[in-house]
């Protein structure tokens, strides 16, 4: 079944949209758990700026950001979305990241396409997992971070409660610049504890402005100065001005206010309720006074063609310098590139440069993202966000830039992926779509991996969880029109031997006419772990011609390769050759790798086959109260703790050496015990004797 129709729409005159300076744009990306109610935020914001005339649900699929299928059928978001917001002159551009740990890819990168972040924290569920994750990730990014409360209209809703979560999450920075005025469902209002005045919505998404009521003084007079106190302490000049005083002027409140939140030192707190549009006004003026435009971000550091780093300011007239933070492939229009533009700008029917691919690319039509529309722009200058159709060689990752200074921004780090599926097509001579498929699917995200097992013989999928996972499979049917079936990847398994043995190779096929000869004798013996394989020729006296020495060797590497007991490869013996015999006529290279693979196979049987399994390094960080169950449940995984050690934040790192067999899934596994809040990482070691 065919996605949604994009539609590719200009205003009615059918000029493109028009063109914002730096000062006038806001890069806004929504951030938090799963469920705590991005999305609808998203709506909120552009029902409550004229961007759409009415509010979308996710229930019921028609949302702006969530468009995608598999989207409307998990009730989740599932990959980055983006729409512009025009409020007071200025252009919004928001993102809305997933707040599933399986789709960390699309936040990675939209992190470093946007100046600030806004992290929707539910007044229900309070502080979770991907909220955390997410902040994390803004903290190391440099990016000030504000928070959105939501969902306080709802039952069970507890603000204080979530507060105090926020805080001792996210420490003393984190701090109020709203109370909600009312509980649950008589949640109707905003006290401003910043300005003083109180904003009533008893009709819809515009606020009345009123004075505090009486019944909230109790609860905003205290809240007021420990805003006051906040804002003091995130500046020398302003704490030294406090302490004298004991208060501060207005005017250095709302400035030093500002200037905390840009500089990364204050998080406030703004409250609301997305699905009923409270609060959202309040949220849009935020966002256009208190926010950073891309001129307050300062310059970012590139990396230059020999490797050093410099600084680029974000000048318009300047070289460019742009992102590719997504890139998706569209059913209609074909593959969609979404970008940043740090320096410079970005035009209609140019020549880019690809510094990543180091490739140039003619870009087509300019537009920008809003959900499933598109909508021409004429350029998209420094600070910026745009999108173009139809790129073949820009990936998620890249950076443009210029043949002449083709500087790079650093790698996004991403995770290795955690779960492994080998697939094959649904229908027999599919293989070239799928080749297509996962390569495009590849090239749109970087956390997902593709990989050819040449030892199992399986094309295996590698991503962030079974999610993640379901969602590509999904995708190869809906775009690419190729269904697959799964299983879950082979562990690749070795043989070698217990002990020494002798044995002789024979293939003697004389009948008449040419025949087949050949007899070697060998000795076979262990190696220690990880020495691979020994051939050894000590034939005297020309029993076997020196032409056939190298035969016997490769009959034997063959069946190695193809194992003798298991289908596993044999490893980590050394073979002798002793002996052996031959025929002037009937002997030939073929003859002489047959008998070795003979003799092969007789030796091992007399010596005794193990079966090795890969050993895997675990690393696992948890809280510390989860340490007990994850190493129980490592000891019971035939796992061998190697050692723990405290790594700040409450939480512990266990190093342990594991069976691949036994954490094939781990993923799942630890998320189930530890809530979400357990990360692991998993590299080769070595290979072990299987317990029998």
């Known amino acids: 079944?065919?996605?949604?129709?994009?539609?590719?729409?200009?205003?009615?005159?059918?000029?493109?949209?028009?063109?914002?300076?730096?000062?006038?744009?806001?890069?806004?990306?929504?951030?938090?758990?799963?469920?705590?109610?991005?999305?609808?935020?998203?709506?909120?914001?552009?029902?409550?700026?004229?961007?759409?005339?009415?509010?979308?649900?996710?229930?019921?699929?028609?949302?702006?950001?969530?468009?995608?299928?598999?989207?409307q059928r998990r009730g989740i978001s599932v990959s980055l979305a983006m729409a512009p917001i025009e409020w007071k002159g200025v252009k919004i551009n928001a993102l809305d990241a997933p707040g599933t740990a399986d789709f960390v890819g699309d936040l990675r990168n939209a992190i470093r396409a946007v100046d600030a972040v806004i992290v929707v924290v539910s007044a229900v569920d309070g502080v979770e997992v991907q909220?955390?994750?997410?902040?994390?990730?803004?903290?190391?990014?440099?990016?000030?971070?504000?928070?959105?409360?939501?969902?306080?209209?709802?039952?069970?809703?507890?603000?204080?409660?979530?507060?105090?979560?926020?805080?001792?999450?996210?420490?003393?920075?984190?701090?109020?610049?709203?109370?909600?005025?009312?509980?649950?469902?008589?949640?109707g209002g905003i006290a401003d504890l910043l300005h003083e005045k109180a904003d009533l919505y008893p009709n819809g998404p515009m606020a009345e402005e009123s004075e505090w009521p009486d019944d909230i003084h109790a609860m905003a007079d205290p809240a007021r100065e420990k805003l006051v106190e906040a804002v003091a302490e995130s500046d020398d000049a302003l704490i030294e001005e406090y302490l004298e005083q004991g208060?501060?002027?207005?005017?250095?409140?709302?400035?030093?206010?500002?200037?905390?939140?840009?500089?990364?030192?204050?998080?406030?707190?703004?409250?609301?309720?997305?699905?009923?549009?409270?609060?959202?006004?309040?949220?849009?003026?935020?966002?256009?006074?208190?926010?950073?435009?891309?001129?307050?971000?300062?310059?970012?550091?590139?990396?230059?063609?020999?490797?050093?780093?410099?600084?680029?300011?974000?000048?318009?007239?300047?070289?460019?310098?742009?992102?590719?933070?997504?890139?998706?492939?569209?059913?209609?229009?074909?593959?969609?590139?979404?970008?940043?533009?740090?320096?410079?700008?970005?035009?209609?029917?140019?020549?880019?440069?690809n510094a990543t691919q180091n490739t140039e690319e003619r870009l087509g039509q300019l537009f920008t993202q809003k959900g499933k529309e598109h909508e021409t722009i004429a350029e998209v200058p420094a600070g910026d966000i745009g999108a173009v159709a139809k790129l073949q060689a820009s990936h998620t990752g890249d950076t443009w830039s210029t043949k002449d200074d083709p500087v790079q921004l650093q790698p996004v780090e991403l995770p290795e992926p955690l779960l492994a599926y080998a697939i094959t097509p649904a229908t027999k001579g599919d293989e070239d779509k799928l080749a297509t498929g996962l390569a495009r699917l590849r090239e749109e995200d970087p956390s997902f991996h593709v990989a050819r097992n040449e030892e199992t013989h399986e094309m295996v999928i590698y991503g962030m969880g079974e999610a993640h996972l379901d969602v590509q499979m999904s995708r190869l049917k809906a775009k690419f029109g190729v269904g697959v079936l799964h299983t879950p990847a082979k562990i690749a398994f070795r043989e070698t031997v217990r002990g020494k043995a002798a044995a002789q190779g024979r293939h003697v096929k004389q009948t008449g006419g040419h025949g087949q000869y050949a007899i070697c004798s060998i000795e076979l013996e262990p190696l220690p772990r990880g020495e691979g394989f020994v051939y050894e020729d000590k034939i005297?006296?020309?029993?076997?011609?020196?032409?056939?020495?190298?035969?016997?060797?490769?009959?034997?590497?063959?069946?190695?390769?193809?194992?003798?007991?298991?289908?596993?490869?044999?490893?980590?013996?050394?073979?002798?050759?002793?002996?052996?015999?031959?025929?002037?006529?009937?002997?030939?290279?073929?003859?002489?790798?047959?008998?070795?693979?003979?003799?092969?196979?007789?030796?091992?049987?007399?010596?005794?086959?193990?079966?090795?399994?890969?050993?895997?390094?675990?690393?696992?960080?948890?809280?510390?109260?989860?340490?007990?169950?994850?190493?129980?449940?490592?000891?019971?995984?035939?796992?061998?703790?190697?050692?723990?050690?405290?790594?700040?934040?409450?939480?512990?790192?266990?190093?342990?050496?594991?069976?691949?067999?036994?954490?094939?899934?781990?993923?799942?596994?630890?998320?189930?015990?530890?809530?979400?809040?357990?990360?692991?990482?998993?590299?080769?070691?070595?290979?072990?004797?299987?317990?029998?």
């Open 1 to 71: 079944m065919p996605g949604p129709v994009t539609r590719v729409r200009a205003d009615p005159g059918g000029a493109a949209l028009k063109t914002y300076d730096a000062k006038d744009i806001r890069n806004v990306l929504l951030v938090g758990h799963g469920g705590a109610g991005k999305t609808t935020l998203l709506e909120a914001l552009l029902f409550a700026s004229g961007g759409i005339t009415r509010m979308g649900t996710v229930e019921d699929g028609n949302t702006v950001s969530d468009h995608d299928p598999d989207e």
């Open 131 to 187: 909220t955390e994750y997410a902040w994390e990730l803004a903290v190391d990014e440099g990016l000030p971070r504000a928070i959105f409360v939501n969902k306080l209209d709802r039952e069970r809703a507890d603000f204080q409660s979530t507060l105090d979560q926020l805080v001792s999450s996210f420490g003393t920075q984190v701090a109020p610049f709203e109370l909600p005025i009312g509980q649950e469902h008589e949640f």
């Open 540 to 692: 005297s006296g020309g029993a076997i011609p020196q032409q056939f020495i190298p035969s016997i060797e490769k009959g034997i590497v063959k069946t190695m390769a193809e194992g003798v007991i298991s289908g596993n490869p044999m490893v980590d013996i050394k073979i002798t050759l002793v002996d052996g015999k031959f025929h002037t006529v009937d002997s030939s290279d073929m003859a002489f790798q047959i008998a070795g693979s003979v003799a092969l196979k007789e030796a091992v049987e007399k010596a005794g086959v193990v079966l090795l399994e890969p050993i895997v390094q675990l690393s696992v960080v948890v809280p510390e109260s989860f340490t007990g169950d994850i190493m129980g449940d490592l000891n019971a995984k035939r796992g061998k703790i190697q050692g723990m050690e405290q790594i700040g934040g409450g939480k512990q790192r266990i190093n342990a050496l594991v069976p691949q067999a036994e954490v094939a899934r781990y993923v799942i596994d630890l998320r189930s015990m530890t809530g979400g809040r357990g990360a692991f990482a998993m590299t080769f070691s070595h290979y072990e004797e299987m317990p029998s």
């Open 247 to 353: 208060t501060l002027p207005e005017e250095h409140i709302v400035s030093g206010a500002k200037a905390g939140f840009a500089a990364a030192r204050l998080a406030p707190v703004l409250v609301g309720s997305a699905s009923k549009a409270i609060g959202i006004d309040r949220l849009l003026d935020f966002i256009v006074d208190e926010f950073p435009s891309p001129l307050d971000r300062g310059p970012i550091t590139v990396i230059g063609r020999g490797g050093e780093a410099k600084e680029r300011p974000g000048d318009p007239a300047g070289p460019t310098t742009a992102f590719v933070f997504k890139t998706v492939s569209d059913p209609f229009v074909g593959h969609v590139t979404m970008f940043r533009v740090f320096s410079g700008r970005v035009r209609p029917d140019s020549s880019i440069y």
